[in-house]
C-alpha cells in the first residue's frame, strides 16, 4: 500500500468497553510499533514486533492492553474495559529494517479513542 | 532511564531569522537521535537523523555527546516550517524511540 493504514480513524467507546485498532503497515517492512500520544504530549512506545515475534511489551501500561500481529503482517491493538485515562491518539509505524536502521519510522495517521 | 527533554513547547519566530530547538537526552551509551516533523494535518515523518549528517529543507543537527544535547537548527525560517517537532532518542539494543514532548515552531509571516 501507500503506506502505514489505521483503522478505523476515530473511536468513541463508553467506559468499560472493550476496542480493537487495526494496523496494516507497509508491505515487506518487519518492525512494526505502537506509540500512545496524550493531547500535548509526544508518542509513548507500548509494544515492538519483529515480524510476529512480539519483543518488547514494556510500555504497555496494564494488562488490559494486548497486541497481537499473528501473521507478521496486520496487527492489532486490544484495550479492555477502556477507562477514560486510555483516551489517546494511538499511532502505529512501521520499518523496513531492524537494528540500525530500525529508527527510520513510517506512521499511520492514528486512531483518536475517546472514552466517555 | 532514558530520556528526551524539549524545554520549549512553542518557539515563535518571523519568516527569515534563525531557529533553533532545543533538544538533551539522558543515555549512558552511545545513543542514536533523531528529529520527526508533523506539519498541519499529516502525519509524523522523519526529518533527519544523526548518523547521516545530512541536512534536509535547510536543517542541520549536531549531536553533542559532552552537552547531551541534538538541537535542530536552520539559518533562515520560512512559512512552510511551521510544524510540531519531535526530538527522538533510540539507545542501545532496543529498537523503540522514545520521543520528547515536542516543540510547535511558528514561522510569522
Known amino acids: 500500500g501507500a503506506g502505514v493504514s489505521q483503522s478505523p480513524r476515530y473511536k468513541v467507546a463508553k467506559r468499560g468497553q472493550d476496542v480493537a485498532l487495526r494496523c496494516d503497515p507497509i508491505?515487506?517492512?518487519?518492525?512494526l510499533f505502537w506509540y500512545q500520544q496524550a493531547l500535548g504530549q509526544g508518542p509513548e512506545f507500548l509494544t515492538y514486533?519483529?515480524?510476529?515475534?512480539?519483543?518488547?511489551k514494556s510500555g504497555l501500561p496494564s494488562d488490559r492492553f494486548f497486541a497481537e500481529r499473528p501473521e507478521g503482517s496486520v496487527s492489532t491493538l486490544k484495550i479492555q474495559r477502556t477507562q477514560q485515562e486510555d483516551s489517546a491518539v494511538y499511532l502505529c509505524?512501521?520499518?523496513?529494517?531492524?537494528?540500525?536502521?530500525?529508527?527510520?519510522?513510517?506512521f499511520g495517521s492514528g486512531t483518536q479513542l475517546s472514552v466517555l | 532511564a532514558q530520556r528526551v527533554t524539549q524545554p520549549e513547547k512553542l518557539l515563535s519566530v518571523f519568516k527569515g531569522a534563525p531557529v533553533e530547538l532545543k533538544c538533551n537526552y539522558s543515555?549512558?551509551?552511545?545513543?542514536?537521535l533523531f528529529w520527526y516533523v508533523q506539519y498541519s494535518r499529516q502525519r509524523l515523518q522523519l526529518l533527519l537523523r544523526?548518523?547521516s549528517r545530512e541536512s534536509i529543507k535547510g536543517f542541520t543537527a549536531d549531536l553533542n555527546k559532552g552537552e547531551t544535547s541534538f538541537h535542530l537548527k536552520k539559518p533562515f525560517a520560512q512559512e512552510e516550517d511551521s510544524a510540531m517537532y519531535y526530538c527522538?532518542?533510540?539507545?542501545?539494543?532496543?529498537?523503540?524511540?522514545?520521543f520528547g514532548t515536542g516543540t510547535l515552531l511558528a514561522v510569522q509571516p
Open positions: 527522538a532518542l533510540r539507545g542501545g539494543a532496543t529498537n523503540k524511540l522514545i
Open positions: 544523526h548518523i
Open positions: 508491505s515487506g517492512h518487519v518492525s
Open positions: 543515555y549512558s551509551g552511545s545513543p542514536e
Open positions: 509505524a512501521s520499518s523496513l529494517a531492524t537494528g540500525g536502521g530500525a529508527g527510520k519510522l513510517f
Open positions: 514486533f519483529q515480524n510476529e515475534a512480539q519483543l518488547d
